[in-house]
């Protein structure tokens, strides 16, 4: 495992887009978190201080963060379709296999690495988000300082799922910008099968049946924290309420996308006369 990961990083750390993308996706959104947790002096207006609002209270952080340093994801998403369709390009790919790597050790290198980044990123904002809640919150009591950090692990997987779709996109269409355009594509194309849906049955089962979509299920993870911020401000507010909790049936249907979409690379590749 570590031989593999080694070999893939070694190519990501020697193409300067790649380092460049990384700090983006990975580093940019908690420099943003990190900032934002600061008092701005607005032109010696006022002073904005968002820790002022609670919303960097505990438990709240932990689902405020994930969801904002996980719209960043789509930066690294170019990485992953760029490490494919460089190998094809620069037909390293077949370099490597004559070198005596595997197709599947080839396909488990791209899946380690994805692993590893998102790991990373998964350690980096629990530590950056129980900083900013030590210093803001005013709960103390370690059951709810850990309370919800659910969403922690909603955040690792919502990142290996959507890394491993992009995997497989790289795969199946070899050049990296149509594989982000094939993102764009699915996107749409889950709400279009939607409308159609609201359309003959109801909107209440259709929003059921989209809940296993691959993107809408990958969503569904970190649900917008808005509402919830919202819902502390005007508790009296019923219309507010909502399900904003990460649940076991939803982490289920994205590992079950995430071992397809590795599957399904792997038989691309095996299929493929390189």
């Excluded at 190519?11 to 990975?26: A, D, E, H, M, W």
């Excluded at 002073?47 to 689902?63: A, D, K, R, V």
């Excluded at 998964?122 to 059951?143: D, M, P, Q, R």
Aim: proline share 2%.
């Amino acid at each position: 495992m570590l031989r593999l990961l080694n070999l893939e990083l070694q190519k990501l750390f020697l193409n300067r887009t790649s380092i460049i993308l990384i700090f983006v996706s990975f580093i940019l959104p908690f420099f943003v978190i990190l900032l934002s947790s600061l008092k701005i002096n607005v032109f010696g207006f006022f002073t904005l201080e968002l820790g002022e609002l609670g919303i960097f209270n505990f438990p709240i952080i932990w689902h405020l963060t994930t969801f904002f340093a996980s719209q960043f994801k789509f930066f690294f998403a170019i990485v992953v379709v760029s490490m494919i369709g460089n190998e094809y390009s620069n037909k390293t790919i077949k370099q490597n296999l004559i070198d005596g790597l595997s197709k599947k050790e080839f396909i488990l290198s791209k899946f380690y690495t994805i692993i590893f980044f998102s790991l990373v990123s998964t350690v980096l904002i629990s530590l950056i988000s129980l900083c900013i809640g030590l210093y803001y919150s005013s709960y103390t009591e370690a059951s709810i300082i850990f309370r919800e950090t659910e969403f922690l692990l909603a955040y690792f997987i919502k990142l290996i799922g959507f890394f491993s779709l992009c995997l497989f996109f790289g795969m199946l269409i070899k050049r990296s910008a149509f594989a982000l355009a094939f993102l764009f594509i699915l996107y749409i194309l889950e709400w279009i099968i939607f409308g159609l849906m609201a359309w003959k049955l109801d909107t209440d089962m259709a929003e059921r049946i989209q809940n296993f979509f691959p993107l809408k299920s990958m969503y569904k993870l970190i649900d917008q924290p808005f509402q919830r911020i919202a819902m502390t401000k005007f508790p009296d507010k019923a219309n507010l309420a909502y399900d904003y909790g990460a649940h076991w049936y939803e982490f289920a249907i994205v590992i079950g996308w995430t071992a397809l979409f590795i599957f399904l690379s792997y038989r691309l590749l095996k299929k493929r006369d390189l």
